[in-house]
């Protein structure tokens, strides 16, 4: 294979690389005259660039290069496009909320590139020290991002904790790495699993032992119950647009990494790896959900609805169908995924828009928002609407498919958890709503959206009604994008 | 007088107006202009809906059949059609419609455009679930309805509006989603959600126990069936007048709707297995809001109980699975609708005047408001079920169907009507009669014109079912004998006499 076919399977990845320098390069020309409008600008021309790219790489033949580590197959471009569009909107709604928070612009704006770039890497990997040097790179950027508002303490210290858990869950990961390793003396996620085919005995043992040790790094990045600890905090210190990265790409790469690994390298622990997860969706889904009913403020009653979430998210994987049926599991987690990015994204976007007049997301200060502002208060509602999975929206097509597919796979008391917890959440989805249109506040004055952040957050409310009502073209997409790579290439 | 509609696609528009309506709203700032736009979007809506009859063959079969394929890979379609089962009650919705927001003309004090908005997009998702003959886009209409009307309880409604909004959505939520694991289960089981190919599937029992069981939950909170009603007399007192007639009109009968269309057909030997636990609750329910009504002090939560007892009556009628006491279910839901829809506009009407509901507060209201008074009298008579309105030839209906399945039912629900009609006539006689002694009461303004002509449809239409049953049943007859032999074609254990 020579340089030129490389650079073009590479394509979304160096775009990102370049963009990345870029930025940090027009800002030391502009040197913070614009409050980094700039950088913005330049970043948003380079995340397009890369999604158009990842969307026609979507098209060709799966395959793998660099020494068979990187995927380049439909699953991946799925989990491209899904980051390059979150981040894109992050951006967008960063230009306004970011202005005076901080000196940094330019490399605010790049780091959000390179987060961009290890998600891409990370749902890329088709080798486990690459899937770890790819989620380390992601955590590394997101401790830096989390932290990046250094006059608030709260910002500081959601970093501290996030680094604190991500090395932990680091060196967990790595060491079930290394179990694989020990035992079939490759890393390469197709050789692992040709190699433990035969497994049984101690070496199924030591196999689930990886997979549960594997878990540990991709349910941290998912927040996944009980590696979820650091995710409130992290959540409701970050700067919001930080924040809704976190809960949506973020989060999505650690689902993607956990869906190639288990299904190409552990094809013969699919009913282990399957129960694991089931038994943690039912945890993650109701520690999720009973903590969010006790907050107080609707940042942090968004982190935990999205640990909750993670757990319907992951319902997906634990009804894994390898033989396919007309719900596979795996379909419904991207469908889940892409519907839940826009919801969330949007749902945070809104709380960065109270915040930021208001200078908290107490309870309180969401009330009368049908009055001060019709506008963002009616956009909340659909994102809250989605989120609780009621139809029209792009949540129920979600919840709907994962559903179906658990109920495909005859675990019906899954289900019914599932769906006795969706009714808990109901309850405070609805409480945001209630807040909104049903109490008044002394203070009437209108709110003012700057216009980027209209645009993400009209954006998302059409996407997220456009999933749940048109749902058959998303439906095909991610049909197709189920599709990864399984045979080693060059 | 026969026009040829079969080329239009009937029920898409009846459907589907009232959301291009409440687009339109969306552009128009005056505040008469909105209600003019709303009233004109109901109207059409209704007369379009008249299409139906126009072009009714009396058959039991689906008609206006609508199918297109909207997920191919899911098999899932919009696929409506109306039988002589949904089509009274698709009419009694798009006639309520004009009737609320001709009610709701003055009283409606902030943001109006809003209110109509969601009155209409309302009507799409009722419409939608009495026409849907996909499972999803079933539960997607049924889902749906809950939002607009959270919305008119929670910020239209009385004193307790938060409180009953929530509960309203909570209840109605965690009846529907074990609906929709069922849904899927059966999915898995017949690879379909065409309501049409699952008839033609008979179902293993115990499939259909846990299936009849999950949608039986969330119809008998719909119902409400006792003792799943405890969100209602919250919801109906606490919700402004249009949303309690919407909600006691025919927000309800969708439970109904739900047990006739998709748990006697779908599962019925489970029905039959379950028949006479329903029917002791039903009993239950007609004995206890009998009961509660008579110590009610409100008279709106007078109402409210008493349709507790009402929709245990018609529950009866849906268990006796005959015909007479199937049609009689059907007719009931329709009668229900008319006249407790009629009775919650005139309490609201006395509402509007004296801000007061409670029964102490009134007397000798005959004297002051004849006109209001005569109105009610016909109103309270309809829903006691005096021979010649409605109410009897529904309660008579069913009556004759559950004496025929057991005839003890058929003894206690008559107790049922005997309490009935004591304590809607004691409010009358509160209401109505005696002096006129209280201050407040000797300024009362009689009916405006406008109160009057919400009225007089629903009171013409008393006397229409009152006295012509036959022009509804022979609509309603054939679709209630078709399910009946579907039951028991399908059914592993025979039941028909």
Known sequence: MNASEIIRWLSPELILLITGFVVLGADLVMRRRDEGRTAAVIALIGLVLALIMALLLAMNNPATIVASTFAVDPYSSFFKVLAIIAVSLVVLSSMDFMKGK???????????????LAVSIAVSATNLLLVYLGIEFLSITSYILTGFLRNDRRSEEAAIKYFLYGASAGAVMLYGISLVYGATGSTDLVAVGELMKAATGPEHLLGVAAIVLLLGGFGFKASLVPFHQWAPDTYDGAPTPVTAFLATASKAAGFAVAGRVFITAFPQFTPDWMAILGSLAILTMTVGNLTALKQHSVKRMLAYSSIAQAGYIVLGLAAYNPTGGTFTGLNGMLIYLFAYLFTNIGAFFVVLAVERYAGSSEFSTFKGLGKRAPGLALLMTVFMLSLAGIPPTGG??????????????????LAAIAAVNAIVAAFYYMNVIRLMFFQDSEDETPLQVSSGLNLSLVVSAVMVLAIGILAQPFIAWAVESVQMVNTRGF | MSMDLTAIPLLSLILWLPVVGALL?????????????????????FVVSLGLLLNWSNTGDMQFVEKLLWIPPLNISYHLGVDGISLFLVLLTTLLGPIVVLYSWHNIKN???????????????????????????????????????????????????????????????AGSALMLVVILLLYWQTGSFDWIELQQTPLDPTVQTWAFLAFALAFAIKVP???????????????????????????????????????????PDATLRFAPWIAGLALAGILYGALVALVQKDVKSLVAYSSIAHLGFVMLGVVSLNQQGLAGAVLQSVNHGLSTGALFLMVGMIYDRRHTRLLTEFGGLWKQIPIYSALLLVVVMASVGLPGLNGFVGEFTILVGAFKANRLWAVLGTVGVIFAAWYLLAAVRGMLQGPLDNPANQKLQDLSAREIWVLVPLILLFFLIGLFPNLFLDKINPAVETLLHGMNAAAQISFLP
Not at chain 2, 145 to 173: D, E, N
Not at chain 2, 247 to 265: S, T
């Open chain 2, 25 to 45: 709203l969306f552009f128009v700032r005056k505040e008469s202009t909105i209600k003019l736009i709303a009233l004109a979007t109901m109207l059409l809506d």
């Open chain 2, 111 to 173: 943001n109006l455009r809003a209110f109509m908005v969601l009155l209409l997009v309302q009507q799409t998702g009722i419409v939608g679930v009495f026409t849907s003959l996909d499972l999803i886009l079933f539960f997607i209409f049924w889902e749906f309805t809950l939002i607009p009307m959270y919305f008119l309880i929670g910020r239209w409604g009385g004193q307790r509006r938060v409180y009953a909004a929530v509960k309203f959505f909570l209840y109605t939520m």
């Open chain 1, 396 to 413: 129920f097509l979600g919840k709907f498919y994962v559903f179906a597919a658990v109920v495909e796979k005859h675990f019906l008391v």
């Open chain 1, 102 to 116: 901080s000196r940094y612009l330019g490399e605010y704006y790049a780091l959000l590139v390179f987060v961009t």
């Open chain 2, 225 to 267: 069936l006792f003792p799943f009603h405890t969100w209602l007399p919250d919801a109906h007192v606490e919700a402004p007048t249009a949303g309690s007639v919407i909600l006691a009109g025919v927000l309800l009968k969708m439970g109904i709707y739900g047990f006739l269309r998709f748990c006697l057909p779908l599962f």
